[in-house]
T-cell receptor
Framework: DQQVKQNSPSLSVQEGRISILNCDYT??????FLWYKKYPAEGPTFLIS?????DKNEDGRFTVFLNKSAKHLSLHIVPSQPGDSAVYFC????????????FGKGTLLTVNP | GAVVSQHPSRVICKSGTSVKIECRSL??????MFWYRQFPKKSLMLMAT?????????EQGVEKDKFLINHASLTLSTLTVTSAHPEDSSFYIC???????????FGPGTRLLVL
């Protein structure tokens, strides 16, 4: 039973346009959500996070939106750059799971020049 | 800040031997470190949670005698794959957090190949 789902295995976007990566979760006990970026054969790099008490968090070109009622979060990247091409993982955690991270399967983002 | 290193980056070993992987937090003290395993085209699977000075907590299905974890200091955790077999070949990644519940920062990973 996958508690964190990224239903799009891949996404292709033109440079300069917006990239929207989606993530759904099923466990209502999650109260902290993160996005990581990962290149092949490397560890994930932390991008941005959001607590369940917020519905939006912004950091430069990256914005994460959280819709608790829909159990859905999204990562917006604008403008997209070719260097953003990587696999993006959504992760969730909560105090009741001892803050262990549960990851989605990832979405491969390709930004075309 | 928040840099995590792993050593070695890749290792090839013979079946039956043991392999030790180190995870270090370089610019912060990590009360908690985590060990993950990633299979090809799969997500990261948590293997165990390691707290400094105490025994690691293993996830269901992970053999604690097979994957020995030691968290000797606030900046170092080690994972030893004992009596490695080809099915243990994988990408092992550690992460560390400064405080329980805060963001985990990941190491670059270790590629293990068991022949």
């Amino acid at each position: 039973d996958q508690q964190v789902k990224q239903n799009s295995p891949s996404l292709s976007v033109q440079e300069g346009r917006i990239s929207i990566l989606n993530c759904d979760y099923t466990n209502s006990m999650f109260d902290y959500f993160l996005w990581y970026k990962k290149y092949p054969a490397e560890g994930p790099t932390f991008l941005i996070s959001i607590s369940s008490i917020k519905d939006k968090n912004e950091d430069g070109r990256f914005t994460v939106f959280l819709n608790k009622s829909a159990k859905h979060l999204s990562l917006h990247i604008v403008p997209s750059q070719p260097g953003d091409s990587a696999v993006y993982f959504c992760a969730a955690s909560g105090v009741r799971s001892n803050y262990k991270l549960t990851f989605g399967k990832g979405t491969l983002l390709t930004v075309n020049p | 800040g928040a840099v995590v290193s792993q050593h070695p980056s890749r290792v090839i070993c013979k079946s039956g031997t043991s392999v030790k992987i180190e995870c270090r937090s370089l610019d912060f003290q990590a009360t908690t470190m985590f060990w993950y395993r990633q299979f090809p085209k799969k997500s990261l699977m948590l293997m165990a949670t390691s707290n400094e000075g105490s025994k690691a907590t293993y996830e269901q299905g992970v053999e604690k005698d097979k994957f020995l974890i030691n968290h000797a200091s606030l900046t170092l955790s080690t994972l030893t794959v004992t009596s490695a077999h080809p099915e243990d070949s994988s990408f092992y990644i550690c992460s560390a957090s400064k405080v329980v519940g805060e963001t985990q920062y990941f190491g670059p990973g270790t590629r293990l190949l068991v022949l």
